[in-house]
């Protein structure tokens, strides 16, 4: 299974961008949830965002919520992360990333998630 995570940039703050990941290889891809997570220079990669595949559920980190929705599509191996009102504490890196079940773990536990994609730079200035 490869991902590939794509679309980011440098946005000013206030402003939205929309990263998308697409997947291939032999997994089912609409069986497993899917997430979002980033890593900030010199700080720990985080879960901020989660969807199921058994019932579209969708979990957000707490500095993200309202703000990002991770919509997916299952027919075309996609999954995206939609942010809008960018701050200049969201820049890092942007990874996506394959659960091991249907089911969206805790946003903390990144063992959970078995399959990533390269990193994609979001830049904020401010």
């Known amino acids: 299974v490869q991902l590939q995570a794509f679309g980011g940039g440098l946005v000013q703050a206030g402003g939205s961008l929309r990263l998308s990941c697409v997947a291939s290889g032999g997994r089912t891809f609409s069986s497993y949830a899917l997430g979002w997570f980033r890593q900030a220079p010199g700080k720990e990669r985080g879960g901020i965002a989660c969807i199921s595949s058994s019932d579209g559920s969708e979990y957000y980190e707490k500095s993200v919520k309202a703000r990002f929705t991770i919509p997916r599509d299952n027919a075309k191996n996609m999954v995206f992360l939609q942010m809008n009102s960018l701050k200049p504490e969201d820049t890092a890196e942007y990874y996506c990333?394959?659960?091991?079940?249907?089911?969206?773990?805790?946003?903390?536990?990144?063992?959970?998630?078995?399959?990533w994609g390269q990193g994609t730079q979001v830049t904020v200035s401010s």
């Open positions: 990333a394959t659960a091991i079940g249907s089911v969206c773990p805790p946003l903390q536990l990144d063992s959970m998630f078995d399959y």
